[in-house]
């Protein structure tokens, strides 16, 4: 079946640490997205890439770094410079220039600071 | 003024109810309009969208959209259980941006 798998679904970051969120598709869409979602906001986005090896920042960019070197995969990494990471992070999707005809979401990864 | 405005709930209507949903937004140029369900701790799933104002019907969700008031709204009827849920609705004007409610929870009661 086509889709978004993001994993881990639960990641624990320590003070001062980097971590990675995996996103990949295989729906064959060109665009994707990374959201932001904390509790009574609305998501927020991060970063989203209409193509490979090119990508654009979103809103809340700061603290957060993203790479597009293939069409499946877009990888977020939190940065030890992100002071609140503690949310839920969304990755989507959508075929070129439709983002108006709705997004293919994944599960999400929860990110919580101990 | 945030850009899009969302009653967040919680909403508990018993069984059987017909559900009003509403947004509120402020940019004029918006034109592409969504509604999305999130079960809790998963991703949202695409409900409807909607171009420009008017009427969409799916089943038993209905998606109005009205420009002239930036005024959108998503009526479900013979509400079940299953549509416990949290309920965003999300617009954009271009095709790389778009922008999401806060989200309304709505509780279905059997």
């Known amino acids: 079946d086509g889709g978004i798998t993001q994993s881990p679904k639960y990641l624990f970051r320590k003070e001062g640490q980097n971590v990675t969120l995996s996103c990949e598709q295989n729906?064959?869409?060109?665009?994707m997205y990374w959201y932001r979602q904390d509790p009574g906001q609305g998501l927020r986005l991060i970063y989203y890439?209409?193509?490979?090896?090119?990508?654009q920042k979103g809103d809340i960019a700061e603290g957060y770094s993203v790479s597009r070197e293939k069409k499946e995969s877009f990888p977020l990494t939190v940065t030890s410079a992100q002071k609140n990471p503690t949310a839920f992070y969304l990755c989507?999707?959508?075929?070129?220039?439709?983002?108006?005809?709705?997004?293919?979401f994944g599960s999400g990864t929860r990110l919580t600071v101990v | 003024q945030k850009e899009v405005e969302q009653d967040p709930g919680p909403l508990s209507v018993p069984e059987g109810a017909i559900v009003s949903l509403n947004c509120t937004y402020s940019?004029?140029?918006?034109?592409?309009f969504m509604w999305y369900r999130q079960y809790s701790r998963k991703g949202p799933e695409l409900l409807m969208y909607?171009?420009?104002?008017g009427n969409k019907e799916d089943g038993r969700f209905t998606a109005q959209v009205d420009k002239s008031s930036k005024y959108i709204s998503l009526f479900i009827r013979d509400s079940q259980p299953s549509d416990s849920a949290t309920y965003l609705c999300?617009?954009?004007?271009?095709?790389?941006?778009?922008?999401f409610g806060p989200g309304t929870s709505l509780s279905v009661i059997p």
């Open positions: 940019n004029s140029a918006f034109q592409y």
């Open positions: 729906l064959n869409h060109d665009a």
């Open positions: 890439s209409q193509i490979v090896n090119d990508f």
């Open positions: 989507a999707s959508s075929p070129y220039l439709t983002a108006g005809y709705g997004y293919t």
């Open positions: 999300a617009m954009t004007a271009s095709y790389d941006k778009v922008i």
């Open positions: 909607t171009y420009s104002s």
